[in-house]
């Protein structure tokens, strides 16, 4: 479970007659992640990549005004959604003033109506409703983030489809929202991880036929499961193998699976595989799941 964001690391203001801090610049001692603003370089070195990219938005909020609200991907990570596209450093804030969204270097700043009843508070900042937040995401960012949010939220329970389905039905503009409905009709509750959403994704364009998700076999579940084909998928994250013992553990879990009379395979992809166009249909095809079928 992707979790909310905290306390980000500590920020440091930078200025032209501070010796000292700059000094410590040259030194490796601070890192400078934007104009003016650094942050302690150990700090930053044992840092997440969704805490990295929190340092990154304060940074950029103390130039740009925090009165703003937050929205769209920045709202989503305050949120502790998931987000699979390319990283987008930019700062994005809806303003209802604006007639025209303009994009910048570092902030991007979205013209749409905002009720009062779209704006709330987390950690300390201004931000779209996680609902709002949803439907900018999915209408704004590829088809694969949207479907990676939208499993997510759902299995979470942290909203339901018919609020999402209403809310996208509201929306008053047309931009984006084929792209969401899409999304939503193919979200699914079951789905576990983004990586498992993504892989989804491919699997239905890849045209192989739809898995059951999670599928129990004893005291095990699979990610998927092609009854017909007797195929076991499992995508493994990064995160999987942290622990020194689970490679052992899941080389025998996989052992055990085999042995059940009706699986046949059990295949294994990530990241890569997901993300380099044809991979992922390879190792399928492979594996012996024929397309179409």
Do not use: C
């Not at 997440?48 to 950029?60: N, W």
């Not at 009165?67 to 930019?90: E, I, K, N, T, Y």
């Not at 995401?137 to 942290?158: F, K």
């Amino acid at each position: 479970m992707l979790e909310r964001m905290h306390e980000p690391l500590p920020l440091v203001l930078l200025t032209s007659d501070d010796h000292a801090l700059q000094q410590a610049v040259r030194r490796g001692e601070l890192i400078r992640v934007t104009r003016g603003i650094a942050v302690d370089a150990q700090a930053w070195q044992t840092a997440s990549v969704r805490e990295r990219q929190r340092v990154e938005l304060e940074a950029v909020m103390t130039t740009v005004g925090e009165w703003r609200v937050l929205s769209h991907r920045s709202a989503a990570l305050l949120w502790g959604l998931p987000d699979v596209d390319r990283p987008d450093q930019r700062v994005h804030v809806t303003d209802p003033l604006l007639g025209t969204t303009h994009s910048g270097r570092r902030v991007v700043r979205h013209a749409a109506g905002l009720g009062a009843h779209e704006v709330t508070d987390v950690d300390g900042r201004r931000v779209t409703t996680l609902l709002r937040t949803v439907v900018d995401v999915v209408r704004s960012t590829s088809y694969e983030n949207g479907v990676a949010v939208l499993d997510h939220v759902l299995h979470e329970h942290r909203l339901d489809v018919d609020e999402v389905r209403r809310a996208i039905a509201a929306w008053p503009t047309p931009r984006g929202m084929t792209r969401a409905r899409r999304a939503l009709r193919f979200a699914d509750v079951r789905a576990e991880s983004p990586g498992e959403s993504v892989s989804r994704v491919r699997i239905d364009e890849d045209g192989f036929p739809p898995p059951v998700l999670q599928q129990r076999f004893g005291r095990y579940r699979a990610d998927f499961w092609w009854p017909r084909a007797g195929v076991i998928g499992e995508f493994d994250g990064l995160e999987k193998y942290d622990e020194p013992d689970a490679v052992r553990r899941e080389k025998a879990r996989e052992q055990e699976l085999l042995l059940r009379p009706e699986v046949r395979r059990v295949v294994r992809w990530g990241w890569s595989e997901v993300r380099t166009p044809g991979r992922l249909q390879t190792v399928l095809r492979t594996a012996g799941l024929p397309t179409g079928a």
